[in-house]
Nanobody
């Protein structure tokens, strides 16, 4: 089982980034996918969730209206489109997959929002 995130980097406030998470080793379409983030000295925060079968989405209030989570089951990939980025969005972003007792995590990708 593997989850590999990419797409992080340094961006100016107001900019955009798209994170990708490619999954392997399990039946991707069955799993609910989530993006978490963790900033230094802060607790981990659930940012976005997308269902497996129904693709239903939900977001943290802090990113609602700016971030969009979507998935391509044919490519075993989940994305996080991040617009209107703010310095407080700076964190390591993690992709996770869960279903029944399975809970898989990626290694994380750093997002830094700074001028």
């Amino acid at each position: 089982v593997q989850l590999v995130e990419s797409g992080g980097g340094l961006v100016q406030p107001g900019g955009s980034l798209r994170l990708s998470c490619v999954a392997s080793g399990f039946t991707f379409s069955r799993y609910r996918m989530r993006w978490y983030r963790q900033a230094p000295g802060e607790e981990r925060e659930l940012v976005a969730h997308i269902g497996g079968d129904n693709g239903r989405t939900s977001y943290a209030d802090s990113v609602k209206g700016r971030f969009t989570v979507f998935r391509d089951n044919a490519k075993n990939t989940v994305y996080l489109q991040m617009n209107s980025l703010k310095p407080e969005d700076t964190a390591v972003y993690y992709c996770t997959a869960w279903w029944l007792s399975d809970d898989y995590w990626g290694q994380g990708t750093q997002v830094t929002v700074s001028s």
